[in-house]
């Protein structure tokens, strides 16, 4: 039905609102009492209710204000609609993750899907069987622009930019840890910089770049490393390195899984490379989205 925005130019919803305590009450001084006014307002109401349905709606009968039948009509059809409209107003939307079935959408890297995600899936299933997560490949330049523009509902990054609209929850920090595989290389550990910059070097690149914050550090204590391959996917390395004698430096979160997996061993990365934050990001307009909430909230719990 398509809204017709003239046929409500002389509708006032107080008007409605006193039309239901009226009816209700049947008393003018009984309606003021609970609509908190005083009588010359309520029965300036009752007029004006007189003259836009064309109906006297109340005819006194001894102390009470009996409704006519198109009150009583009116009172039938409005009420439901105006309890409806008091729900969808006032009343928040509760979220139950038993039942609940939705779709959300979610954009990360490989890494922090690998990380991440097998100890998430199963808790959600267990907790929500009805919430599905929607999981696409974004990376940090993008995320910002993506979920401004409703391509994700949700991001989790290391994004650290701000705007207006933009909610930003820290989940964990994290350290950069630097493996390889032992058939391959046996460099004594913890490395100290002149073997890491000794190595040759496999690089995860977003943005086809061939060297990264790592090699500024590098050249201010002299040293220069060597790239051998560059690539956007993470879950590639485990079997570059299986294969190949060469070093990558990975977020933590993958250290302690690859090693147990891929038979891979760690150092610390020895510069002074900053630790960063993986984050929640969602756009504002989202904070009344029950679910979304719930499901930010859930995944909060699970790692801290």
Not at 141 to 166: C, H, K, P, Y
Not at 168 to 178: A, C
């Amino acid at each position: 039905m398509t809204i017709k925005e003239n046929d409500f130019r002389k509708i006032d919803l107080n008007l409605l609102i006193a039309f239901a305590v009226l009816f209700r009450e049947q008393s003018v001084s009984l309606a003021a009492d609970k609509l908190h006014l005083g009588q010359p307002a309520v029965s300036g109401s009752l007029a004006r209710l007189r003259e836009m349905f064309d109906d006297p709606l109340f005819i006194r009968s001894g102390h009470r204000m009996q409704p006519t039948a198109r009150a009583t009509e009116l009172h039938t059809e409005l009420m439901p609609l105006l309890e409806q409209l008091q729900s969808a107003l006032f009343q928040q939307a509760e979220f139950n993750p038993a039942s609940a079935k939705t779709t959300i959408t979610i954009g990360m890297t490989d890494w922090v899907e690998m990380w991440l995600m097998p100890r998430l899936v199963p808790a959600l299933r267990e907790q929500a069987p009805g919430v599905r997560l929607n999981v696409v490949a974004s990376d940090p330049f993008t995320d910002a622009q993506r979920l401004e523009g409703g391509e994700l509902d949700m991001a989790i990054s290391v994004a650290n930019q701000s705007a207006r609209w933009m909610e930003r929850e820290i989940l964990k920090p994290m350290e950069f840890v630097t493996l390889w595989h032992p058939s391959q290389l046996q460099p004594a550990a913890p490395l100290t910089p002149e073997t890491y910059a000794a190595q040759q070097h496999v690089l995860v690149s977003y943005r086809e770049a061939t060297s990264s914050h790592i090699d500024t550090l590098l050249a201010k204590l002299g040293h220069k490393r060597e790239i051998c391959y560059t690539t956007p996917h993470f879950a590639a390395l485990p079997g570059l390195l299986m294969q190949m004698p060469a070093i990558a430096t990975v977020p933590q979160g993958l250290s302690d899984n690859w090693q147990k997996t891929w038979g891979l061993q760690s150092s610390p990365v020895p510069l002074e490379v900053a630790p960063f934050e993986v984050a929640l990001l969602w756009h504002q307009r989202h904070n009344s989205d029950a679910a979304l909430m719930w499901v930010r909230g859930f995944i909060k719990r699970l790692i801290q």
